[in-house]
């Protein structure tokens, strides 16, 4: 089992719809929890953060969390043709470690 | 600065040669962290520095990967004797405390083993 397991997509959604990406981890004891955004050939670019258990708003992103389920989630709404991009969910214990990314793509 | 600067942006190297790589962090990030992007998505973390001590050192693979921050220079990572599998994204990144602060990636170097 990998520590941080994303699907893969492609996940396509028609503009302004609502994207639901989800991420399961395995280490019990993770403690930092992040979503980055990369566009293809681009460096990741950090987007969330969430630490504790809930809801944590920032503009039309959302993230989720319930250490109990070992579970995160980004929701975008009125998702944009500009936010086609492949999410990465990463899960900090010791290092910070990655999955494998989420291929998000906006249809006009 | 406050961009994690990373170079060379591309570079080329025929098998068994080597590569040198380096970062540059954000000014006032004591963190500096190495990871591989081999095919699209998949990060592999290799190398993480406290200042100029390594603080995380489990992805490196020994034998031909090593990597330096000395104080007042750029951190560098090393590879000798590339293999074809080396050919990778290698991106740089940079933190505060990295369980508070998430982590500024730099751009990336892009190495080509021929």
């Known amino acids: 089992q990998k520590e941080v397991e994303q699907n893969s997509g492609p996940l396509s959604v028609p503009e302004g719809a609502i994207a639901s990406l989800n991420c399961t981890y395995s280490?019990?004891?993770?403690?930092?929890f992040f979503w980055y955004r990369q566009y293809s050939g681009k460096s990741p670019e950090l987007i969330m953060s969430i630490y504790s258990n809930g809801d944590k708003e920032d503009g039309r992103f959302t993230a989720q969390l319930n250490k109990a389920s070992q579970y995160v989630s980004l929701l975008i709404r009125d998702s944009q043709p500009s936010d086609s991009a492949t999410y990465l969910c990463a899960v900090k214990g010791g290092k910070l470690i990655f999955g494998q990314g989420t291929e998000l793509s906006v249809k006009p | 600065g406050e961009e994690v600067a990373q170079t060379p942006k591309h570079l080329v190297r025929g098998e068994g040669q080597k590569a040198k790589l380096y970062c540059a962090p954000i000014k006032g990030h004591s963190y500096v962290f190495w990871y591989q992007q081999v095919l699209k998505n998949e990060f592999k973390f290799l190398i993480s520095f406290q200042n100029e001590n390594v603080f995380d050192e489990t992805g490196m693979p020994k034998e031909r990967f090593s990597a330096k921050c000395l104080p007042n220079s750029p951190c560098s990572l090393e590879i000798q004797a590339t293999k074809l599998e080396d050919s990778a994204v290698y991106f740089c990144a940079s933190s505060q405390p990295p369980d508070i602060y998430g982590y500024t990636f730099g751009s990336g170097t892009r190495l080509t083993v021929v």
């Open positions: 280490d019990r004891v993770s403690q930092s």
